[in-house]
């Protein structure tokens, strides 16, 4: 399984950004992905999901401000972010799994991008 993120980048504060992952080679075994971030000196944390069956969960943080997405058609996981607020600079990744229990954990997760930078000034 190959991950790739992409759209990261810098922005002010109340700005938006819409992260992508394309995945490749999984075939039918993975069901659910998701998007982690990590900040400097924090530990790796979950931030959004979706599952096969469409089932969304975010964190807290970033409820009502952070949508996830997934177009099956192109094998590509989204996570718009609006009202972006400092807090929200780290590394984001892509993760994904035939079965991650909890979702927010890293790891619960075998598949990983490479990761993108957002950083929110």
């Known amino acids: 399984v190959q991950l790739v993120e992409s759209g990261g980048g810098s922005v002010q504060a109340g700005g938006s950004l819409r992260l992508s992952c394309t995945a490749s080679?999984?075939?039918?075994?993975?069901?659910?992905m998701a998007w982690f971030r990590q900040a400097p000196g924090k530990e790796r944390e979950g931030v959004a999901t979706i599952n096969r069956k469409r089932t969304i969960a975010y964190a807290d943080s970033v409820k009502g401000r952070f949508t996830i997405s997934k177009d099956n058609a192109k094998n590509t996981l989204y996570l718009q972010m609006n009202n972006l607020k400092p807090e929200d600079t780290a590394m984001y990744y892509c993760?994904?799994?035939?079965?991650?229990?909890?979702?927010?954990?890293?790891?619960?997760?075998?598949?990983w991008g490479q990761g993108t930078q957002v950083t929110v000034s």
């Open positions: 993760a994904a799994d035939p079965a991650p229990s909890p979702w927010y954990l890293q790891g619960a997760y075998n598949y």
């Open positions: 080679g999984y075939g039918a075994g993975i069901s659910c």
